[in-house]
């Protein structure tokens, strides 16, 4: 069974930086490709950014806008999300994803999801 914990929500104002942690917990000697996804109230879920498990290769989606970063610590199944320069269009719950095969923007590829942590960005 794989579980994976998101923490480092909470509130910050317009302006304000957050990072987020993900930590995947599953059989012994699994690395997993991971990624990042955020659904705000009455939206469709949305990609954020992603890492390979070989930490090769990264994506950011367009609105990050050099704003966000992802990073990973592969030995520990862990990624992060630096969150810098927040808009008040950053609100949205975030969900981490992992997957021992698919590396990419899609969500529905992702086998496992943490239950989310909310970011709120206030004015």
């Known amino acids: 069974q794989v579980q994976l914990i998101e923490s480092g929500g909470g509130l910050a104002q317009v302006g304000g930086s957050l990072r987020l942690s993900c930590v995947a917990s599953?059989?012994?000697?699994?690395?997993?490709?991971m990624g990042w996804f955020r659904q705000a109230p009455g939206k469709e879920r949305e990609f954020v950014a992603a890492?390979?498990?070989?930490?090769?290769?990264?994506n950011h989606k367009d609105f990050v806008n050099d704003r966000f970063a992802i990073s990973e610590d592969s030995g520990h199944n862990t990624i992060y999300l630096q969150m810098n320069s927040l808009q008040l269009g950053d609100t949205a719950k975030y969900f981490c994803?992992?997957?021992?095969?698919?590396?990419?923007?899609?969500?529905?590829?992702?086998?496992?999801w943490g239950q989310g942590t909310q970011v709120t960005v206030s004015a």
């Open positions: 994803a992992a997957d021992e095969n698919y590396a990419g923007t899609l969500g529905q590829r992702y086998t496992y």
């Open positions: 599953g059989p012994a000697n699994t690395r997993y490709n």
């Open positions: 890492v390979s498990r070989t930490n090769v290769w990264t």
